[in-house]
């Protein structure tokens, strides 16, 4: 199970920090990983994280966004920092123990209920 929290509303240029709390199989994943999906168009990765600790970013939030995990809390995290307006969306936890491309949501088994941010 993936439970996400920290969603909100925030004006251009803030930040937001997102959490995912991971329990069961879920949190023996090897991959997980942030998505979103805006009304209107297709999901997207935004970041993802390794068990060995790699990450990988989506161009379009590549140094604004930062994903970390705590192995001891079961918890993943999204830094979000200069946030713009074309970042509103739903942002979903996503959990795997498959590889391949990290960014890539068919990889993903377990996905969370997700949380809305909104960027005015």
């Known amino acids: 199970q993936l439970v996400e929290s920290g969603g909100g509303s925030v004006q251009a240029g803030g930040s937001l920090r997102l959490s995912c709390v991971a329990s069961?199989?879920?949190?023996?994943?090897?991959?997980m990983a942030w998505f979103r999906q805006a009304p209107g168009k297709q999901r997207e990765g935004v970041a993802c994280i390794q068990s060995d600790g790699v990450t990988k970013y989506a161009s379009s939030v590549r140094g604004r966004f930062s994903i970390s995990k705590d192995n001891v809390k079961n918890t993943m995290y999204l830094q979000m920092s200069e946030l713009k307006p074309e970042d509103t969306a739903m942002y979903y936890c996503?959990?795997?123990?498959?590889?391949?491309?990290?960014?890539?949501?068919?990889?993903?088994?377990?996905w969370g209920q997700g949380t809305q941010v909104t960027v005015s």
């Open positions: 069961g199989y879920a949190a023996n994943s090897d991959y």
């Open positions: 996503a959990a795997t123990s498959l590889f391949g491309p990290c960014l890539v949501s068919d990889l993903y088994s377990y």
